[in-house]
């Protein structure tokens, strides 16, 4: 049915696991690399799997497993804290590559929000649909912003109001568009473009 939103159904704490494993495994050639976007091949319960990853989606995938670290066994949560160390530390000694990737990771969601947001006024229905999708860059955002700290430009931090007014203006009031399974990782104040959808 063309109006169905697009689905996000998410990945399982032990599907997030191996990804941020692999990708702590990675993350000094990454940080040392020029691409925002980076590939990795990790193999999961569905097999081997490519999958893209950045700054921005490790970090989410870090914050959703500490809000579901209550369905990790005992040996996956000591996975999860090693890989925790692994990660401070080799971000600490790379601190710089890691927030200039960061910034631009930034920078690269808010355009594509833009445009996202800009194709909403051609057409609000395929708007809607696509909305669950499309509002990860934002969630993204949080978590990429959270890294940076007192290190946030005032221009981005500008861009990210802006954009902000206006996925405020083109919404309204709704329940949570992603797999309800994660709802509680994702408080409503915090989140609360996780509560809205596109007015038709």
Not at 168 to 188: L, M, Q
């Amino acid at each position: 049915m063309a109006d169905t939103l697009s689905t996000t159904v998410a990945a399982t704490p032990a599907e997030d696991l191996a990804v941020v494993r692999e990708m702590a495994n990675e993350l000094q050639d990454y940080l040392l690399g020029e691409e925002v976007y980076y590939t990795l091949l990790v193999v999961t319960s569905q097999g081997e799997e490519r999958i893209q990853s950045s700054c921005g989606d490790l970090l989410a995938r870090l914050h959703k497993l500490a809000g579901q670290s209550k369905l990790l066994p005992p040996a996956q949560l000591d996975e999860l804290s090693s890989i925790h160390r692994r990660i401070d530390a080799t971000t600490k000694t790379m601190q710089a590559r890691f927030l200039a990737l960061i910034l631009r990771e930034v920078r690269a969601r808010l355009n594509s929000l833009q445009w996202y947001l800009d194709d909403c006024d051609e057409d609000r229905r395929q708007c809607r649909v696509q909305f669950p999708f499309e509002i990860r860059n934002r969630q993204r955002i949080a978590e990429l912003v959270k890294a940076l700290g007192d290190k946030q430009p005032t221009d981005i931090q500008a861009e990210i109001a802006a954009t902000d007014r206006r996925l405020r203006e083109t919404t309204v009031s709704a329940d949570f568009v992603w797999d309800k399974r994660v709802k509680e990782v994702y408080p409503r104040e915090e989140y609360w473009y996780l509560y809205v959808l596109p007015t038709l």
